[in-house]
């Protein structure tokens, strides 16, 4: 949560500047207007389903189209990595000199994926195709539901250790000359799963799940998942991204409760935006969640700069 | 307040950050463990063809298993847990479903992203055995086909293994003869036959093949290298009788064909991984 908050805030909204001010309606009515959409999730678990199912259909039934899983693929023949896997390959061959295994397949994969998710706005990975944020994503409810009925007490690290992770899993296939994280890596597991069939090792996910609902909520996504840290690298360049515009804002902050990675929201909160526009940071998957919950279109999923072209 | 916000935070990185290494270096250590394990327990899992050595095999792998999609028998299955950190990778159990080179070309090891299945020695050898069939007869005869060259020459450099037979359960070394189909009913094991009176094109269940034979040599006709890996040996015993037993030669390539089609008991013939430096 490193922001260099080097801008003051904005000076905190007046009453008469509030959306439903605007509008002449109280903040209740302003709130009770919006109608229950799931756009963006419905829209977002139709690819993700699609995706998975693309691959699973590829092996079942031989259509080629997505071949592989997702920590190596093929779509459409164009060769696809999972991009932690790449880099803990080039360890390993800078440890043991096995140069070979970086092949040019290796490395088209490597940069299309690479490029690709420069374009789609880094962690939309996450969201939109990991099974495993599927899983994590929908488990949350109960967690939630626990936490709200006081039955368990949330416990929250420092979000800054996956960083840690993802240096330390890098060192360890480095120093152990194997692919440590893929072992119990649970998007490779469960996509193995899907496609070629279970296996016990489910039982991992099954441990990490529920200690994601009776302890830390979205422990794995938040704190570890070291594939997701990778992709937030790209998101800090990347073009596409929620934009919050300030003046349609109520400060009621329901997107930070939906939010999966709520310190991305951090301007949200009432006399802490430092701009009229913000965009969310590396962590945030674009899986539009608080988009879809905003009452005022404050949130918008949207390319920067795209508006300008036309 | 004689603390900032930026204070806590700091700390609590540390402190979860501290958990976070104790953690991370317990799998470390967890995983070197399993490795050594593994190098043991994976001498019994035979590697899809082209594989490299078991210590480059094991983190070439990234276990995406395009190899398992594309081989045209589904030869190739994706290790389990019980495997340890071969959990994953690939394997062929011939005794279910022996690789036959069905596909022609070798497309698992052309498919394999991070060479864990080396393509480049088969490459060379099929440019190799094409370039030297071309000097053999610089006036090729009508049924030159260069694919089929540099494909023959890509299977012979296969070496996945050594198949090794038991004596005391071979029906020929018993003097035994074979009538019928050889695997038990409903096995779904398929290859495409070496006889060239069948001109088998796509591979076709084992027990579609009947056989009639004095002494039982499917392992022999079956061989889908030929001479140069399988032969009968005929020889006169000491009581004048003829002794028959099947020979591995140095063609071998493991492939597992032998294991598949022998109706003897399951360990009569067996693949044997290569002993590499």
Request: proline share 5%.
């Amino acid at each position: 949560m490193i922001n260099l908050k080097k801008l003051q805030p904005l000076p905190a909204k007046r009453r008469e500047e509030m959306p439903n001010s605007k509008l002449g309606i109280t903040f209740k009515e302003w709130k009770a207007n919006k109608p229950n959409k799931n756009k963006w999730r419905n829209k977002r678990w139709a690819v993700l389903l699609f995706f998975n199912f693309l691959f699973w259909a590829s092996f079942a039934f031989d259509i080629g189209v997505l071949e592989g899983s997702l920590s190596g693929s093929r779509f459409f023949g164009i060769y696809l990595m999972d991009p932690y896997n790449a880099l803990q390959e080039m360890f390993i061959a800078s440890r043991t000199g096995y140069f070979a295994m970086l092949t040019t397949n290796f490395f088209i994969g490597f940069f299309v994926i690479l490029m690709f998710y420069f374009l789609m706005g880094g962690r939309t990975f996450c969201s939109w195709l990991c099974p495993y944020h599927f899983l994590a994503e929908n488990v949350e409810k109960l967690h939630n539901y626990l936490v709200k009925k006081k039955k368990i007490k949330e416990h929250s690290y420092n979000i800054g250790i996956k960083y840690i992770f993802w240096v330390g899993f890098l060192l360890l296939a480095f120093f152990t000359k194997t692919l440590v994280f893929e072992t119990i890596n649970p998007v490779g597991i469960i996509s193995r799963a899907l496609i070629y069939g279970p296996g016990l090792l489910l039982l991992w996910i099954v441990v990490l799940l529920i200690f994601e609902i009776v302890y830390s909520k979205r422990f794995w996504c938040r704190y570890v998942c070291p594939i997701g840290v990778t992709y937030s690298v790209l998101k800090k360049v990347s073009p596409v991204g929620v934009e919050f515009d300030l003046s349609k804002c109520g400060h009621c902050r329901d997107c930070q409760d939906v939010c999966l990675v709520p310190h991305e929201l951090w301007f949200v909160k009432r006399g802490e935006a430092t701009k009229e526009i913000h965009s969310t940071g590396a962590d945030c998957t674009n899986c539009g969640l608080c988009v879809d919950v905003c009452y005022g279109d404050a949130l918008t999923l949207k390319i920067k700069g795209f508006d300008k072209i036309l | 307040m004689g603390q900032s916000k930026s204070d806590i935070n700091r700390r609590q990185f540390l402190r979860n950050g501290a958990v976070a290494v104790v953690a991370l270096s317990a799998v470390g250590v967890g995983a070197n463990y399993l490795k050594k394990l593994n190098i043991e327990n994976a001498k019994t899992l035979l590697r899809p063809p082209g594989a490299v050595d078991e210590s480059e095999f094991i983190y070439a792998c990234i276990k995406c298993g395009l190899c398992v999609q594309i081989c045209p028998i589904e030869a190739i299955k994706l290790a389990g847990i019980s495997d340890g950190l071969s959990y994953g990778t690939p394997y062929i159990d011939p005794r279910a479903q022996a690789c036959d080179f069905s596909c022609d070309a070798m497309q698992c090891i052309e498919t394999c992203p991070t060479s864990a299945l080396d393509f480049i020695p088969f490459k060379t050898a099929g440019e190799e055995a094409y370039v030297a069939y071309n000097k053999a007869n610089p006036t090729p005869g009508p049924d030159y086909n260069p694919i089929a060259i540099q494909s023959k020459a890509m299977k012979a450099h296969t070496k996945m293994g050594l198949a090794v037979i038991n004596a005391k359960t071979c029906f020929a070394v018993e003097g035994k003869g074979f009538k019928g189909t050889p695997r038990e009913e409903g096995f779904e094991g398929v290859y495409r036959s070496p006889n060239p009176k069948l001109k088998e094109r796509k591979a076709s269940l084992v027990n579609d093949h009947l056989f009639n034979s004095e002494i039982c040599n499917l392992c022999v006709t079956e061989c889908p290298i030929g001479d140069s890996a399988i032969i009968m040996e005929t020889k006169t015993g000491i009581d004048g009788k003829e002794q028959w037993s099947p020979k591995i030669l140095d063609g071998c390539t493991g492939c597992g064909v032998c294991v598949m089609v022998c109706p003897s008991t399951p360990d009569t013939i067996i693949i044997e991984k290569l002993e590499t430096a």
